[in-house]
């Protein structure tokens, strides 16, 4: 059995799989994943691979310590692994774990396929891999959230404002204004850049995962909506291809 461990800034995933079969999942705050961990090692035994993704400021010596006692076999998320691509990328070694096993999901799950898989996060990344199995990047820029909080506070009068999609342009308030640059300029952009490569590729599948998928999916017709799990599946899928 594998267990793939994806750590963020303030939350984490974790999944056991056997081989490619999702047999549980969890996620929480990092303050509370040795507790998983523990009931995690638990209720499966047969646990015997673990890969860590930690792209956070936050030790996991902790986490190791109690997986080496189980005699389980660890792997740092790191880009010397192989991977089930191709690397067209400059500077792969600062490539974030997240873009690279969201790419690795892609492929197991839509392979031989043009994909563009956009991420609504705390950053968004929109990352591409070509039908010939060739990751060439993407791009990142600020989330929907960092936006509005770098409205707020790099202005003397700009408002805090929650996210909304209702708004219209051109917007007749201050408020509406922020939503429409904000929720509006993050539209345009994901559809700006979908264009673009389908004008090139013709047949692109247009994947969106990310906590703020679901507000987005609302107004996009994107024709891929990504679980919470996929990133998982990529994590896994990465694992699989490196431990023996």
Request: a positive charge; charged letters at 20%.
């Amino acid at each position: 059995m594998n267990l793939v461990i994806d750590i963020g800034n303030n939350y984490f995933k974790l999944a056991v799989f056997s081989d490619e079969t999702l047999l549980f999942n969890e996620s929480g705050k990092i303050t509370t994943l040795e507790e998983s961990i523990l009931e995690l090692i638990k209720d499966f035994p047969m646990v015997k691979f673990a890969l860590i993704s930690n792209v956070s400021n936050i030790s996991d010596s902790t986490i190791k310590k109690i997986l080496n006692s189980k005699d389980i076999k660890i792997f740092d998320f790191a880009s010397s692994l192989k991977l089930p691509f191709t690397v067209k990328y400059e500077t792969i070694e600062t490539l974030g774990n997240d873009r690279l096993a969201l790419v690795a999901a892609a492929v197991k799950l839509y392979p031989n396929s043009n994909n563009l898989i956009i991420d609504a996060g705390t950053c968004l990344t929109a990352d591409f891999i070509s039908d010939k199995n060739i990751y060439f990047g993407g791009m990142i820029s600020p989330g929907i959230e960092m936006r509005y909080k770098s409205l707020k506070n790099y202005t003397a009068r700009l408002p805090k404002l929650k996210k909304s999609n209702n708004f219209k342009f051109p917007a007749d308030s201050t408020s509406g204004s922020m939503h429409a640059g904000v929720v509006g300029g993050v539209l345009n952009e994901i559809t700006g850049f979908t264009k673009q490569l389908i004008n090139k590729y013709k047949n692109v599948n247009i994947i969106l995962t990310g906590g703020d998928a679901e507000f987005l999916s609302k107004t996009l017709k994107i024709t891929i909506f990504a679980n919470q799990n996929f990133i998982l599946e990529g994590l896994n899928s990465i694992l699989n291809l490196n431990k023996y």
